[in-house]
């Protein structure tokens, strides 16, 4: 197979940050638009030259009308798993915005489908791969500064307005980002999980805004995870806490890569951040990185069986937070009260 060509489900949003990608990209090919909003189809087709006829309001004609070997799924969270599920099924290969789906369970099966159906499946997970994240997990892989302790990570987004309605709403639009580029950066499993999902006193979403939790990483290191897409004003602060001295990365605006400092009791140094890697964390980097699974073989750390971690720790989220008990992730075992 020399291109990949691929049905696009959903093409408004974040559907175009996608989709520019796969156009100009050399060995991705885009034969299909499924979208139920006749404008952004318009404009799909404006990006992508295709004419009327590739454009449907279902996946279910898109695949009975185009030859096609992937489906790119961009649409609300909620409806990741029945679009995977008929795409895995019809022997499609899957890319899939974040979150591989709203649901633990539902996600290891899709996993298994994929694999009885030799087909791939990613799931955009891309924050793992910005600089910042890269660089600090670089730093405590080598243990530069020594061994890892404790820290916290607490970002605040003031989004101003509620996602779409659903369960969880901040655990499955933000916070599945933020736990998956903690899982990468400190680079080891997740074994406890204390948790709460709540609103802010102000708060009238119809589901949790804001997230506070206790991670237990394994072999000892502690991390506080607070969150929320409710805050007031932008801010974002991850410290860990390093045998000579703490490392802390800071960004204070919507897109800013931020500053990484270290620092001891002789003072503070501010750390540059590594390139970007390649390919990088954007949009071309995850058409080029969906490319190189399928075409070449090359899996990568956000292939659907490796997102399973970054789903079991949010499912771990939601049962401590409704339990009020302390967790384990994949586990159903209830270890002690918080």
Not at 68 to 79: G, M
Not at 151 to 178: C, F, I, T
Not at 305 to 330: F, K, W
């Amino acid at each position: 197979m020399k291109t990949l060509r691929a049905i696009f489900v959903g093409v408004g949003g974040r559907g175009r940050t996608h989709l520019g990608p796969w156009v100009a990209h050399e060995r991705l090919d885009v034969v299909g638009l499924v979208d139920i909003n006749p404008e952004y189809l318009a404009q799909a087709r404006a990006v992508t030259g295709l004419p009327p006829g590739a454009c449907f309001a279902s996946l279910t004609d898109a695949l009975a009308a185009v030859e096609a070997d992937t489906v790119v799924i961009v649409v609300h969270a909620q409806l990741h798993g029945r679009f995977i599920r008929e795409a895995l099924e019809a022997g499609k290969h899957v890319m899939v915005e974040k979150p591989l789906t709203c649901d633990l369970a539902e996600a290891e099966a899709l996993v298994t489908l994929a694999e009885r159906q030799h087909c791939r499946l990613m799931v955009t997970q891309n924050k793992r791969y910005l600089p910042a994240a890269r660089t600090l997990r670089r730093l405590l892989a080598a243990e530069t500064y020594g061994r890892l302790g404790f820290g916290h990570y607490v970002n605040y987004k003031a989004r101003g307005s509620a996602y779409p309605v659903s369960d969880h709403m901040h655990l499955w639009q933000m916070a599945v980002h933020e736990l998956d580029e903690l899982l990468a950066t400190i680079d080891r499993p997740v074994v406890r999980v204390a948790a709460r999902e709540f609103q802010p006193v102000w708060g009238n979403w119809p589901s949790e805004s804001t997230i506070s939790a206790v991670l237990e990483f394994r072999d000892g290191p502690t991390i506080s995870y607070l969150s929320s897409s409710d805050a007031r004003a932008v801010g974002h602060e991850f410290r860990v806490e390093c045998e000579r001295g703490a490392l802390i990365h800071r960004a204070n605006r919507v897109g800013d890569e931020g500053h990484l400092l270290f620092v001891s009791r002789a003072g503070e140094q501010v750390l540059a951040l590594d390139p970007p890697v390649d390919p990088p964390g954007t949009g071309p980097g995850m058409a080029e990185l969906f490319a190189r699974y399928v075409l070449d073989g090359v899996e990568p750390e956000i292939s659907g069986r490796r997102n399973l971690a970054t789903m079991r720790l949010c499912d771990a989220i939601i049962r401590a937070s409704q339990t009020g008990q302390v967790v384990e992730p994949a586990g159903e075992a209830v270890l002690q009260p918080v």
